[in-house]
């Protein structure tokens, strides 16, 4: 297990670098329990389908699954729960693997031409042994039942031997030629095939690609028989009697050999060639991979293949085809065959084998199917494999849920499976579960390319599929590509999910897609039929026309309270509007996708409330949405993206604001923008959210943030910087063309921004901001003192500087021209106009104060951008019940401005002790109950706010804001709006998440940086915890799922298909081995299979063969150094029997000794028994012999 160090608390020196508090507030500091050592970091658990699988064995023993891949990883799979991830330090593909049958240890060979063997009696399993050929490639690999001599076929031909308790090679090496010797011409190509005959393991079966086979005598060291054949074998398989063996072809026949008739094949079959009448050959078809022949003692033997289908079916799936007796079963694959194992009850191969199951393993999954049943159905797999089913676009992880809530997502879940599995238990049942004394619920949501939503059940250490919600439903479907409409913004995956709001106390769920669309879900038990789908669409666009500064006074004012306070919930549209295009032809006021008009039938689970749907505007495509958040308590969602912010309620189905982000500034927009530049039509399509890399941007490129060059105070010890940042303007203002100054003081005014306009409510207007900054700016240098809180306007050479942001003074300069920063702060990867739209990137609902003079904390929405702006609105609720429905929602600004460098990831509440307060939220409550319920059940009820409203006499802070951006950390207190503390997390980088996360009574900031930092920030202080460098960012997929959960867990999706799961918590890595899984249990080995009264009389049963005495040192001397390298394994170099670890592995292997010591003393005893009884008799017999001639004389004799 891989630790890694940790920062320590001493180490001033950086902190002190980066970090800073505010002094004269150290009334404010708040005692923190968390320290370094409280943290470490490790991998847990790797769910999933095992990605790129490669090879494939089974213990028949143990009931233990090994399955290898592509890059080098071997997963362990026993009982449901029981599975375990290792990965060989090569990387390089696995090529086969071999249990040693019931030993707790398993051999893989690697492309690499290396063997290892590994020690599975561990929970994380090491390697012990490690042989590096040198000279040869490996092509395959034999380990007889109960054997320690391992047979290595090369690709010349040869075949070494090795024995696995001590991983050297002997000196007894089958060679090519001395094999075939004059049988043929030419070389017979590389070893496919290796096995030892049934019922004599001093007969060895080599098969060459060529289509060669050899019967090879051990112990004479010659070839018995040889068997040509013109097709390329892929395969051979024996009889359990050791009299014939079966081969598998290229051209898609299979050939049965007796053994002792090497001249022809007994029988030639082609499974799926069509026989011509006239005696023909038939026509030749494709290769037959892979053959297993097995036998029942009741009935006829299984022939079971892969591949071999006809050349003319062509798009047919790939197909594993069953023979047994005159029956043939062609079973069709979803993906093509990787390999596939028989699972027998018996690990004997000179007993009937008496098969009961399939194991197939394909490209993107594993199906077992039953073979005793009629029809061969598949076993329901238990093992989370089904993450890929259609590709992750996004992914959440909840910690601590609701105890009631993994019950109810199960309960509706359990009713969406699907029905004809087979009736027996899963048959890979080996190992055993942990003893974690983790108990708290933990959910795991993962957002699909093809709509769908899955929530897993991820408690203690394990993942189980809950519940599928299918989005799409929703949606009309087109039935052919000729078909899709031309409003699409996607080329592909329509409905691929961007963006998961959950809320695990209300179980309210919202949706964002790639097609710019929402859906908002409420969770019932009850199933209902909606007949018409509630639907809002919403013009979000971006308004810049004019590049030359306008008076003052031409700016038009936001509308006021007075001008639209009743908003009216719009008619229920159930298709999108039949505005298609404006004047000038272009597209206007469609959305991207049509909502479906007929009834829609809705199972129990998630239930449509509302869709909502951004439209096009003026022939451009809505831009995709960026952030979303939803609010039970509320009754509110709340969406943004490049071009603005929108939210909704979504209890009276109406639109309250929607504004472009400039507009949420007011008039005190700290930037100046470009007019906006001409957008693409089409954007990257659902698909670029499952495998997108970073392209060309350097590594530099990708560091920089729109703001890294800015300072952005939020306090009044920078007010000292102002006259010098003044000076050093005047300078170089000269040099500088199309820089834009921030407003140097920020305020806004009081005007609300309530729209209620209804579907498509807008606000709009016209902006034009200068280009170039003259330089006379020291005769207003006093303007930037701090003023009451009014509202002023002055003409600064046509720079606005409208109002006050209490108590800072922010500065910004910002090359709008800079291309070097491309990365998008959207979800979806595309791009932004980076000089003219500042994107939405984080919401935030809670109950805060909002304003420096508030006395009581009100309902408020925090709004972060990507140029590293939080606006604080208000939100002024109706009184809960019926008026709540009927009353509309006020939204106002509160005036309040902060900025950070970078774009804003993360925001969060602290109440007066440090601890995090959630947003308030409704408890869930059914639906669709009946409406005769009690009347409180009727009142809707926000939760209150975990923080007391201070008195107007004191002057304490009582609540604290953490911002979190793409660059640092700021904590403000509130009301106050004082920067109390301030840590620059990277220069060089940029944070791709952040969470703020509860662990172990305390609270602290986790973030994950693009150059693979993962780090934690104690709270409020922001002290640096733990830096660890982890996983450096190769692929958008890591950056896209990474996510922090509560008590020191995450998770990332490591491959298309495999959720890695790691903590940071030194607690969990202490338990951990506790809470994995046992794979080796002691289970006694069946007993063989009697030989019978006549074949030990005439000697027709097994024959055994002293292998040690064939391959030991001694007789075959050493092999030669160059060969093969040996590489002592981390895992100990003493052998199995000393490797168990930890107390289960000595209680086991001391119960196997005493079992065994038991045995020898039960046989002793027999022995010993039999000696007596033996004794008693002869001496009767003596005693009898004595009375019987006693008295006779020696002539009676």
């Not at 009961?356 to 029809?375: C, M, R, T």
């Not at 609270?1003 to 709270?1019: E, P, Q, R």
Request: charged share 20%.
């Amino acid at each position: 297990m891989r630790k890694f160090k940790k920062v320590l608390d001493g180490l001033t020196a950086v902190s002190s670098a980066s970090s800073s508090s505010q002094p004269g507030n150290r009334e404010n500091d708040i005692p923190e329990s968390l320290q370094s050592e409280h943290f470490q970091l490790c991998k847990t658990v790797r769910h999933g389908f095992p990605y790129q699988p490669s090879a494939m064995a089974f213990d028949p023993v143990q009931k233990i699954l090994s399955i290898g891949t592509q890059n080098g990883g071997l997963r362990l799979f026993g009982r449901p729960g029981v599975e375990c991830y290792c990965q060989h330090d090569s990387g390089a593909a696995v090529i086969q693997l071999q249990f040693l049958i019931n030993e707790g240890a398993l051999v893989s060979a690697l492309a690499d031409d290396s063997i290892h063997l590994w020690n599975l009696r561990q929970k994380r399993p090491a390697i012990l042994h490690s042989l590096k050929f040198n000279r040869e490639r490996i092509t395959f690999c034999h380990l007889p039942f109960q054997s320690k001599w391992l047979y290595v076929g090369t690709e010349r031909g040869n075949i070494h031997i090795v024995n696995v308790e001590s991983f050297t090679l002997s000196g007894y090496v089958i060679m090519w030629n001395k094999a075939i010797e004059l049988s043929s011409k030419s070389h017979p190509g590389p070893v496919v095939h290796i096995s030892d005959n049934p019922m004599d393991e001093g007969k060895l079966l080599i098969g060459f690609e060529s289509g060669t086979v050899v019967l090879w005598d051990l112990k004479s060291k010659k070839a018995d028989y040889r068997y040509n054949y013109d097709e390329a074998i892929h395969s051979v398989a024996w009889h359990h009697e050791g009299k014939q063996f079966i081969c598998s072809h290229s051209d898609g026949t299979l050939t049965i050999w007796n053994v002792k008739s090497p001249a022809k094949p007994a029988q030639i079959i082609t499974p799926h060639g069509k026989q011509p009448k006239d005696g023909k050959k038939p026509e030749p078809c494709k290769p037959i991979l892979k053959v297993e022949y097995k036998t029942t003692r009741a009935g006829d033997p299984f022939m079971i293949l892969s591949g071999g289908l006809s050349y003319d079916t062509i798009g047919r799936r790939p197909c594993l085809t069953v023979m047994h007796g005159k029956s043939t079963a062609v079973l069709e694959m979803d993906y093509p065959i990787v390999d596939f194992l028989t699972l027998c009850e018996t690990p004997y191969p000179n007993d009937f084998q008496e098969p009961y199951a399939v194991v197939v393993l394909l490209e993107k999954d594993l199906v077992v199917i039953d073979l005793a049943q009629n029809g061969y159905p598949i076993f329901e797999n238990p093992y989370p494999l089904s993450i890929h089913e259609s590709p992750v676009t996004c992914c959440e992880y909840f910690s601590d849920c609701p105890v009631d809530i993994i019950p109810a997502l199960y309960s509706v879940g359990a009713r969406q499976k699907r029905q004809g599995y087979s009736k027996k238990e899963w048959p890979i049942s080996g190992g055993n579960w942990g003893l974690g004394n983790q108990c708290y619920p933990e959910i795991i949501i993962t957002g699909h390319a093809d709509g769908s939503v899955k929530f897993w059940d991820a408690s203690a250490i394990m993942l189980q599929v809950l519940y599928k919600l299918k989005t799409a439903k929703v949606f009309e479907k087109s039935r052919n590509k000729e078909d899709k409409p031309s409003t699409d913004i996607v080329d592909e995956d329509p409905f691929a999910i961007q963006i998961l709001s959950w809320c695990p106390e209300s179980r309210m769920l919202c949706v964002a897609g790639v097609s710019a669309h929402v859906i908002i879900y409420k969770f019932s038990k009850q199933e209902v039929t909606t007949e018409v789908v509630q639907l809002l669409e919403v013009r979000l666009q971006y308004e810049l026309n004019d590049v030359d500064s306008p008076d003052v006074d031409q700016i038009p004012p936001l509308p006021t309270p007075g001008a639209s306070s009743n908003p009216q919930p719009p008619a229920p549209q159930s298709h999108p509007s039949t505005s298609s295009s404006s004047s000038d032809g272009l597209r206007d006021n469609v959305p991207c996708l049509k909502v479906r008009s007929t009834p829609l039938k809705q199972s129990a689970g998630y239930q449509v409330e509302l869709v909502i749907q951004l439209v096009w505007v003026s022939g451009e495509p809505p831009q995709q949405i960026t952030s979303l958040a939803v609010n039970s308590s509320y009754g509110l969602v709340v969406f943004g993206n490049s071009n603005g912010l929108a939210i909704v309620d979504y209890l009276q189905k109406t639109v309250l604001l929607n504004l472009g982000t400039v507009e949420l500034y007011g008039s005190n927009d700290p930037y100046q923008r470009q007019p906006r530049s001409p957008r693409k039509t089409r954007q990257p399509s659902g698909a670029g959210l499952c495998d997108i890399n970073e392209g060309s941007t350097t590594s530099e490129d990708r560091c920089k943030s729109p703001t890294s060059g800015s300072t952005s105070p939020c306090n009044s010890e920078d007010d000292q910087k102002i006259p010098r940042f003044i000076e050093m303007v005047r300078n170089k203002s000269r040099n500088f063309s199309k820089m834009v100054v921030n407003d140097l003081v920020v305020t806004s005014n009081h005007q609300l921004f309530h729209n209620g306009g209804g579907k498509g409510a807008k606000m709009s207007r016209k902006l034009s901001l200068p280009t170039e900054l003259k330089p006379d700016l020291d005769k207003r240098g006093k303007l930037l003192l701090r003023l009451s809180e009014k509202r002023f306007s002055v003409d600064l050479n046509k720079v606005k500087t409208c109002g006050e942001f209490p108590g800072t003074c922010s500065c910004l300069l910002l090359n709008i021209r800079d291309n070097s920063f491309s990365r998008s702060r959207s979800s979806s990867v595309t791009s932004i106009d980076k000089e003219s739209r500042e994107a939405i990137t984080s919401l935030q609902f809670g109950e805060t104060y909002t304003r420096k003079t508030d006395s009581a904390t009100a309902p408020s929405l925090w709004v972060g951008t990507s140029l590293g702006t939080v606006v604080v609105i208000v939100l002024n609720l109706p009184p809960p019940g019926e008026q709540r429905l009927l009353q509309p929602v006020i939204v106002s600004p509160s005036g309040t401005l902060i900025r950070l460098k970078g774009a804003i990831l993360r925001m969060s509440f602290l109440d007066s002790t440090g601890m995090l307060f959630a947003p308030p939220y409704e408890s869930w409550r059914e639906p669709n109950a009946p409406e005769d319920k009690d009347e409180k059940d009727k009142q809707r009820k926000r939760r209150p706010a975990s923080v007391s409203p201070s008195s107007s006499q004191e002057i304490c802070e009582n609540q604290y804001a953490v911002i979190c951006s793409e660059k640092q950390a700021k904590v403000i207190a509130l009301p106050s709006q004082n920067c109390i503390y301030k840590h620059n997390i990277t220069e060089t980088s940029f944070v791709l998440r952040a969470d703020i996360v509860q662990m172990s009574n305390s609270i602290c900031l986790a973030c994950f940086c693009a150059n693979g930092h993962i780090m934690t920030l104690s709270l409020p202080s922001l002290r640096p915890l733990l830096d660890v460098n982890y996983l450096p960012l190769t692929d958008m997929r890591i950056a896209r799922t990474f996510c922090f959960t509560n008590n020191g867990q995450a998770l990332y999706l490591v491959s298309p298909t495999e959720i890695q799961r790691i903590t940071y918590s030194q607690e969990t890595c202490e338990n951990l081995q506790e809470m994995l899984g046992e794979l080796f249990t002691p289970v006694e080995t069946p007993e063989a299979p009697n030989r019978g009264f006549f074949k030990g009389l005439f000697g027709g049963g097994a024959q055994s063969l002293d292998r040690e005495e064939l391959f030991g040192e001694s007789v075959a001397g050493k092999a030669s150094r160059s060969l093969a390298q040996h590489i002592p394994g981390p895992g100990g170099i003493e052998g199995m029997k000393g490797a168990a670890s930890g107390v289960v592995g000595e209680l086991a292997r001391a119960r196997i000794a005493l079992d065994e010591r038991g045995q020898k003393l039960g046989e002793l005893e027999e022995r010993t028994a039999a000696m007596m009884a033996s004794a008693d008799s002869f001496s009767k017999h003596a005693h009898d012999m004595m009375l019987k001639y006693k008295d006779k004389k020696w002539y009676q004799f």
